[in-house]
């Protein structure tokens, strides 16, 4: 099993950003996924889960409406579009299956004028 995640970055307050998660060895399209995040000195949060199948989203209230999970089964990758940023999104943002302890190295999200 392999999660790698990409696409983080320094960007401003109110920018946006687009992280993607490549995953291999399993069959990705069976599994729901969900996009976490860990800020320094905290624990590690859910930020956002979709179902497979069927592509029923959720997220957690402090970015509704901001951030958009989607998946690509063709391309075992799972996406998360991350739109008027602020500060307290910094962390390290990670996928997983949800339940799974086996974690990627993250992607770095750094919001800060």
């Known amino acids: 099993v392999r999660l790698v995640e990409s696409g983080g970055g320094l960007v401003q307050p109110g920018g946006s950003l687009r992280l993607s998660c490549a995953a291999s060895g399993f069959t990705f399209s069976i599994y729901n996924m969900g996009w976490y995040r860990q800020a320094p000195g905290k624990e590690r949060e859910w930020v956002a889960f979709?179902?497979?199948?069927?592509?029923?989203?959720n997220y957690k209230d402090s970015v509704k409406g901001r951030f958009t999970i989607s998946r690509d089964n063709a391309k075992n990758t799972v996406y998360l579009q991350m739109n008027s940023l602020k500060p307290e999104d910094t962390a390290v943002y990670y996928c997983?299956?949800?339940?799974?302890?086996?974690w990627g190295q993250g992607t770095q999200v750094t919001v800060s004028s």
């Open positions: 997983n299956v949800p339940g799974w302890t086996r």
């Open positions: 979709i179902i497979s199948p069927g592509g029923t989203t």
